[in-house]
């Protein structure tokens, strides 16, 4: 209580109004938090009940190793999106990865504050784009130079590749940023000051002190390749097919879920349910090695002052 | 060389103006923080085989001073320095003067502890390496000599495979002094390197001070005066007098006559604690 005209020295005790208009925002506060772990689960059990039947109607095995997908004879396999989904999302790092970490040591370290303010916005602007819009452009340019260069329709994994690389270059490459830039200044200094240049203080010092940081905005960048739907069922053809060179159609687990959701019914809904439900464990996977790494990250730099 | 010692400023020690065995001949110094005129007319002798301590209030210009010593301000955008500063009879602001060759000569120490997030061995060899050494067993002296002069070897000596985050403040900062000494400077400038740490690596980066000084001329910038008192043979006064003013150097010369006999009362204020 600030009340300045209270000078006789009692304490003023906490009103009943005050103390439940307290608890009241706590609560608010506890329930919108709340809000996203309730979604969560929600959804994973929603998505795992639907997709239950497999495991009598299809067998978990015979779901996760078949190599057939025909819904004309009920054959369920779903290696062909596994692959399909890691195709794609391996090659989009392949080649978004470097541009992106290497976009962001440029902004972080080398490019002076003028370039610095046009490069970032324009690079923020490309997670601004919606996907659909990736996938015309796909559809529209790319694919057509895929064709001529390679032959085919030029729909398949190389299209695929970049137009995904470009998708994920901003969620790594800001990401990775931020990991460069929360290295504090003092060690650059002392590698300068020690006659490092400017590559070596990079390459061998802020590198290295980032690693985890980096390595956690590639695997957030490979979580949205593999998750990433609307751009990639516009370009990589959506053959329920295994490999068959850069050129050949494909197809992922999310544009397949697309593609039959909308007509599906039967085993047919629950196998696309299992897919899902596959997305999703992936995705938990890589939020929990991010979360594991930055954990062990934390241990290793730790004072331990009472051991010496 | 035409030019005069700075006419504001005392000098215990005659200043001649030819190039001399000191380690740093300054002479006319001025420099610029974009328009700022941070420092101006600095003259000044750093001898070989010393201590020197520059002292003087907060924002006095001292620790710009000593990184234009190493041109470390070069990695500030709108940086300029005018005037004389001579390492060994080198001008290292000279045309064509490589400020990372001068940095592998000049090392420093800052305020902060910054080791490397990584081993207390490979923060050691870092310098070796830029330099090119290469072979282990090479390296494991350099490693130990610098932590033996660095008073940091008995703590650690167990311990190399350790993140360098991971010992105390104090041992930080000398495992720094370490991975400076390792490349073998012919000047070790520090800047406020006790401000930070804890009372016993104060005394131990002292007393290494006193012992390194012969093989290496030492610059320190300290806040406290009895540190400058103990540990420094010469001591520089700088001060800005008005703010948005450029700093001077008010007085240099040998510590005890500094602390004794001020001849500037400015210097004397300030060292018996009347301003600052």
């Excluded at chain 1, 697309?258 to 019914?265: A, C, H, I, R, T």
């Excluded at chain 1, 954990?295 to 002052?305: E, G, I, P, S």
């Excluded at chain 2, 009895?226 to 700088?238: E, K, L, N, P």
């Excluded at chain 2, 004794?260 to 604690?273: C, M, V």
Aim: with cysteine.
């Amino acid at each position: 209580m600030s009340d300045s005209g209270n000078k006789t020295g009692k304490l003023v005790m906490v009103s009943r109004a005050t103390q439940v208009k307290e608890a009241a925002l706590a609560t608010l506060f506890f329930i919108c938090a709340f809000v996203a772990v309730l979604a969560v689960f929600l959804i994973f059990a929603f998505v795992a009940w639907k997709a239950s039947p497999l495991f009598s109607q299809i067998g978990l095995w015979d779901f996760l190793t078949g190599t057939q997908w025909s819904v004309e004879d009920n054959i369920y396999g779903i290696v062909p999106f596994l692959l399909g989904s890691l195709i794609v999302t391996a090659g989009a790092l392949i080649i978004g990865a470097p541009l992106a970490v290497l976009t962001s040591v440029f902004l972080s370290e080398i490019a002076k504050p003028r370039v610095r303010n046009i490069i970032r916005p324009a690079v923020e602007l490309l997670a601004g784009i919606p996907s659909v819009v990736y996938g015309f452009f796909g559809v529209v340019v790319v694919a057509p130079l895929v064709a001529r260069a390679g032959g085919g329709a030029g729909f398949g994994p190389l299209t695929g590749w970049i137009i995904l690389s470009i998708m994920i270059v901003p969620t790594i490459a800001t990401l990775s940023e931020d990991a460069l830039k929360s290295i504090p200044m003092g060690i650059r200094e002392a590698s300068f000051a020690m006659g490092a240049t400017q590559w070596q203080t990079i390459y061998k010092v802020v590198l290295p002190a980032a690693k985890i940081g980096i390595i956690d905005a590639v695997i957030l960048g490979m979580g949205r390749a593999i998750g990433e739907t609307m751009a990639v069922l516009m370009v990589v053809g959506n053959a329920p097919q295994l490999f068959a060179g850069i050129n050949a159609p494909i197809s992922t687990l999310t544009s397949q879920i697309v593609l039959g959701m909308s007509y599906s019914s039967g085993l047919h809904r629950t196998a696309l349910f299992g897919m899902a439900a596959i997305l999703f464990l992936i995705s938990m996977a890589l939020v929990l090695t991010v979360r594991l790494m930055a954990r062990d990250q934390k241990r290793k730099t730790k004072k331990k002052d009472k051991r010496l | 060389m035409a030019t005069t010692t700075a006419p504001g400023t005392k000098y215990a020690l005659e200043l001649v103006n030819r190039p001399t065995d000191a380690t740093y001949y300054v002479r006319n110094m001025n420099f610029w923080y974009g328009d700022f005129n941070a420092l101006t007319d600095i003259s000044l002798d750093v001898m070989p085989h010393s201590v020197t301590a520059f002292i003087g209030p907060s924002g006095c210009g001292k620790s710009t001073f000593l990184r234009c010593m190493n041109r470390m301000n070069d990695l500030i955008d709108g940086t300029k320095v005018e005037g004389t500063m001579l390492l060994n009879g080198a001008d290292i602001y000279g045309s064509g003067v490589d400020p990372v060759d001068l940095r592998r000569r000049v090392g420093m120490i800052f305020q902060q502890p910054n080791p490397f997030p990584q081993s207390i061995y490979d923060n050691v060899a870092y310098g070796p390496r830029l330099q090119g050494v290469k072979r282990k067993s090479d390296l494991d002296d350099i490693v130990e000599d610098s932590l033996k002069r660095a008073n940091l070897w008995k703590e650690v000596k167990d311990i190399l495979d350790k993140n360098g985050l991971a010992i105390s403040g104090g041992q930080q900062q000398r495992l720094c002094i370490a991975r400076v000494l390792a490349v073998q400077p012919e000047v070790l400038l520090m800047d406020e390197p006790c401000s930070a740490i804890d009372p016993t690596s104060v005394q131990k980066i002292e007393d290494l001070m006193t012992e390194i000084k012969d093989e290496v001329t030492i610059i320190i910038v300290t806040h406290n005066m009895q540190q400058a008192a103990r540990v420094s043979d010469y001591t520089s006064f700088f001060l800005q007098e008005v703010a948005g003013q450029p700093a001077v150097l008010v007085e240099t010369g040998k510590t005890g006559d500094i602390f004794t006999t001020p001849i500037d009362k400015r210097t004397e204020d300030y060292i018996t604690g009347r301003f600052g």
